[in-house]
């Protein structure tokens, strides 16, 4: 199994990025999925996910209402837009596939990763 986590970058506070997660080696339909982020000195944090058909998602509080986790299951890609960025969000962002079809925030409930995209964000 393969996750290609894409889309970090350089963006100015109050700007937006779209990352990406290209999954292959199994049937991607049948998993949750989700995001998580470690900032430079800190531990890996949970921020969103989302269950095998898209029907439910839930997300960090620092990050509801401004970002947005979906997937689209003919494409094997998971999405996470991300608006209204604010320095805090400056991490590294990597993308999971669960072990399930419904995940949690627990990183112990996902079997595997992406490499990370990095995400910085200007003040």
């Known amino acids: 199994v393969q996750l290609q986590a894409s889309g970090g970058g350089l963006v100015q506070a109050g700007g937006s990025l779209r990352l990406s997660c290209a999954a292959s080696?199994?049937?991607?339909?049948?998993?949750?999925m989700g995001w998580f982020r470690q900032a430079p000195g800190k531990e890996r944090e949970f921020v969103a996910r989302?269950?095998?058909?898209?029907?439910?998602?839930n997300y960090t509080t620092s990050v509801k209402g401004r970002f947005t986790i979906s997937r689209d299951n003919a494409k094997n890609v998971a999405y996470l837009q991300m608006n209204s960025l604010k320095p805090e969000d400056t991490a590294v962002y990597y993308c999971?596939?669960?072990?399930?079809?419904?995940?949690?925030?627990?990183?112990?409930?996902?079997?595997?990763w992406g490499q990370g995209t990095l995400v910085t964000v200007s003040s």
């Open positions: 999971a596939s669960g072990r399930f079809y419904i995940g949690t925030d627990n990183p112990s409930s996902y079997d595997y």
């Open positions: 080696g199994r049937t991607f339909s049948s998993y949750a």
């Open positions: 989302i269950s095998w058909n898209g029907g439910t998602a």
